[in-house]
């Protein structure tokens, strides 16, 4: 029997890769482009996590590298956020005017 | 004799030191934060942000040479080289893009200043500094993880200044497609640095190097292949090369001026930077360099995208009308120029010593670029105003009798745009065409570097007749609306004066810049260290 | 097949036909749920390889965190001038042509790497993680990153910042515009 080694762990994050560009390359919504990177993040994260595992040097290095993306892909979905919700609020502007008038 | 881990704390403990006027820089952005929320002046934002920068400009001088002696005083009498182990490595470029960042900084506060008001004046110069910050990082962080996030230090608040200062749609629509391309880019960046951990096993910039160019001295793995691909692609879209630019002309022409100033400059420098940084061409392994072994694939990609970017970007200047968006073709066609002292140097033979290593070309190209482009928004932030706002080439017209003087900055900048003798550009052009033609290799890529020169200065040719334009609307048109009489900010107008005596300075003595970007750029190589890369 | 396959065979199928609806599926709010899914796989797999903070933290920041922004953002909206825009077979077609083309390079690069035999011991724990993060290397030879860690706490500052600030503007809106651009 074969051993899921680093190399299984690869394909899946390619995987996960060709997915997110997938997104990119179909989805015409903002959000859907960020779920998008979000999957690209992820693959890279695994390879990261995976490769912490299986090279046996140091351990820690790719679990750092890891935590910290994680941190910074919580910090792009937030400024992510706030600026598609002001660009939803300024390009519907036309629509949204008599809503804004009635809650004062 | 130190042992190995007497050396590490040592390197660890000394390291606060060699990141001083970075902290200095993010500690002034904090307290414009809170600033911004007790005071919200303009002015007293400004005054800030100008004591932090002039601080870290104290503390860069009072350091001068001195952190390249300690850091090499950490391993004296042993045998391991602080390239491979140190998290901070200020030699090479590390002094010069930390002069270089708070040079700009500098410009673009003063930039800012008509863009600013007192609501918003913390927020947008706190940002500025921490991208000032992030910027001087790139060239002296030694680690694949510092690298990364010193450039999302820079990425970050960009999308915040493009969406701080003005809210009308067409900035709006700029500011999420940079967002949503830059964060792309990031992605792509992070699985291509994600092969290379998988590669080595280790972060540090330089071990990571000297591991590969160990294992690639025959040839060159597909997953290395594939990994420094997918990195120049990310950076590809930093520097706004083709086929990653389709983003810049609209964000040039949403954007608030002040910002695209910015983006103009300071995504290409850093972008250059860190590319010449993991490509190993700053300091060199003793093994060869990292991605090239015995093929020249790695050239010949960048040699394509050079070619095909500064041909790309002047071609389709020649059809624009919008002022910005002409600057932001104009750009990726000089990206185009900056890319070929990158060729030369990934297809140098690992022994030969030219007198231009091509890295050096690239810089002084960049340095004599951010003069010129950022001087030139600053024109166009100064002669904007809301009863004559500048949006076309034809806007212009009149200038020169109007405002003779900044029309006359105008004109030096364009000059050095175009390559003029006695400016700037024109050195830097020099420089990155001989080097590209004197380039020490052999025959078949001897021939292919010398069509790079030719096909660039043609380049430059065509390149004259859109700059040329833009000095005869100045001239010899007459003004579309009647001048207007409103007070305009100098600041502006002060920044581009700043520029203009660089552009000239260096133009007619290069040596003023070109012996610090050469010191910046030795060709020494770095020993491969047993003891680190036998960890593998 | 040992256990130890089997779990990672579950865990991998799981994340990746998950990640495939997110391509898939044409409502922003499923795609949502799928990416969901596709991080609980991952974090499962991150335990998988004894990396169990990382797992934790994946649940708790991102699926917790990040993904509850995603979906509001998605919620909020999803009646936006680019909602539902079906994708044109041509899109399909070159975007889902090129992955495919992308995805079978890597998994060539992939298959011929040279795997390192599996070693049994565990991944050091959060502890050692945590030091190293405060810069206290646990062995010589290691690096430490502190200074990485000090640089997220500073995009988080602004991010901060940032969001307070947009969300802010909102409540005052077309009086600050000194030269708004209808052009």
């Not at chain 1, 892909?73 to 660009?87: P, Q, Y």
């Not at chain 2, 105003?385 to 076309?392: F, G, H, K, V």
């Not at chain 3, 079906?86 to 992308?102: F, I, K």
Request: aromatic share 10%; net charge neutral; charged share 10%.
């Amino acid at each position: 029997m074969v051993e899921f080694g680093f190399p299984a762990f690869l394909v899946l994050s390619a995987f996960l890769f060709a997915c997110g560009l997938t997104c990119l390359a179909t989805k015409r919504n903002a959000i859907g482009i960020l779920m998008g990177v979000e999957l690209i993040l992820n693959a890279a994260n695994l390879n990261f996590v995976a490769a912490a595992r299986f090279v046996p040097t140091f351990r820690l290095e790719g679990q750092v590298f890891a935590v910290l993306v994680i941190v910074l892909a919580a910090a792009e979905a937030a400024v992510a956020l706030a600026i598609f919700l002001n660009f939803y609020n300024n390009h519907a502007t036309v629509n949204v005017e008599n809503a804004t008038d009635l809650k004062g | 004799m130190k042992s190995l881990a007497d050396v590490q704390n040592a390197l660890l403990a000394g390291a606060v030191h060699f990141v001083l006027p970075e902290v200095v820089l993010v500690g002034t952005a904090c307290l414009l934060f809170v600033l911004a929320v007790v005071y919200p002046r303009r002015t007293a934002a400004v005054g800030l942000a100008l004591i932090g920068l002039t601080w870290a400009v104290a503390l860069t001088y009072s350091v001068g040479s001195g952190e390249t002696t300690a850091f090499w005083a950490f391993v004296e009498g042993t045998p391991y080289s602080p390239h491979l182990l140190a998290a901070i490595d200020p030699t090479g470029l590390a002094a010069l893009i930390r002069w270089l960042a708070l040079a700009s900084g500098f410009i673009f506060v003063l930039l800012a200043w008509p863009e600013i008001q007192d609501h918003n004046a913390g927020e947008y110069l706190g940002c500025l500094l921490v991208m000032i910050a992030g910027s001087s990082l790139i060239g002296r962080v030694n680690d694949l993880v510092s690298l990364f996030l010193a450039l999302e230090m820079v990425s970050i608040p960009t999308y915040v200044l493009l969406y701080l200062p003005l809210r009308g749609r067409g900035e709006q629509e700029a500011a999420v497609k940079y967002f949503l391309l830059s964060i792309l880019s990031s992605g792509v960046l992070l699985f291509g640095f994600s092969y290379l951990y998988g590669l080595t096993g280790t972060t540090n910039l330089g071990a990571l190097l000297a591991v590969l160019s160990a294992a690639h001295q025959h040839a060159i793995t597909p997953m290395a292949l594939i990994a420094i691909l997918m990195v120049i692609a990310a950076f590809g879209f930093r520097i706004s090369a083709v086929p990653f630019q389709f983003y810049a002309p609209d964000v040039y022409q949403g954007g608030p001026t002040g910002v695209v100033a910015q983006i103009a400059f300071i995504p290409k420098f850093i972008g250059f930077v860190a590319l010449v940084r993991v490509l190993g061409l700053v300091i060199r392994p003793q093994d060869g360099l990292p991605f090239e072994a015995s093929t020249t694939l790695i050239p010949l990609v960048l040699w394509v995208m050079a070619i095909v970017t500064m041909t790309f970007g002047n071609v389709l200047a020649l059809l624009q009308d919008d002022l910005k968006r002409l600057l932001a073709y104009s750009g990726i066609a000089h990206s185009g120029y900056m890319l070929i002292g990158i060729v030369v140097a990934c297809g140098l033979p690992g022994n030969s010593t030219p007198a231009l290593s091509g890295v050096d070309a690239t810089l002084f190209y960049l340095i004599a670029y951010g003069l010129m482009t950022v001087g030139a928004f600053a024109l166009i932030l100064y002669w904007n105003s809301q009863e004559r706002p500048i949006r076309t080439i034809d806007n212009l017209g009149g200038l020169g009798e109007s405002h003779p003087l900044s029309a006359a900055l105008m004109t030096v900048f364009l000059f050095s745009l175009i390559g003029m003798p006695m400016t700037a550009g024109f050195a830097g052009k020099f420089m990155l065409f001989v080097s590209a033609f004197e380039a020490p290799v052999e025959p078949p890529m001897q021939n292919l570097y010398r069509i790079l020169a030719v096909v660039a200065a043609v380049n430059a040719a065509i390149g004259a007749v859109y700059y040329l334009r833009i000095v005869g609307v100045m001239y010899l048109r007459d003004p579309l609306h009647p001048v207007s009489s409103a007070r305009r900010a100098v600041l502006p107008l002060f920044a581009a004066c700043l520029c203009a005596i660089g552009t000239v300075a260096f133009g007619v003595y290069p040596r003023l810049i070109a012996d610090s970007t050469q010191q910046a750029t030795p060709l020494v190589e770095v020993p491969g260290n047993a003891a680190v890369v036998a960890r593998m | 097949m040992t256990f130890h396959d089997a779990l990672f065979l579950i865990l991998a199928t799981a994340s990746a036909v998950s990640a495939l609806g997110v391509v898939v599926s044409s409502s922003i709010i499923r795609s949502a749920i799928w990416l969901l899914f596709m991080l609980m796989g991952v974090s499962g797999l991150y335990f998988f390889l004894g990396a169990e903070f990382l797992g934790a933290a994946q649940l708790i920041v991102y699926v917790g965190g990040t993904m509850v922004l995603v979906v509001f953002g998605g919620m909020l909206t999803t009646r936006g001038p680019f909602d539902h825009v079906p994708v044109g077979l041509v899109g399909w077609v070159l975007g889902g042509g090129l992955s495919l083309a992308l995805f079978a390079l890597l998994v060539q690069a992939s298959l011929s790497f040279v795997s390192h035999p599996r070693t049994d011991t565990a991944l050091p724990g959060t502890g050692p993680l945590g030091l190293t993060l405060l810069g206290v290397p646990e062995t010589p030879g290691q690096t430490a990153y502190l200074l990485p860690f000090e640089i997220v706490s500073i995009h988080l500052l602004v991010v901060l910042i940032a969001a307070a600030y947009l969300a802010r503007a909102k409540r005052r809106p077309t009086s600050t515009h000194p030269e708004a651009d209808h052009g």
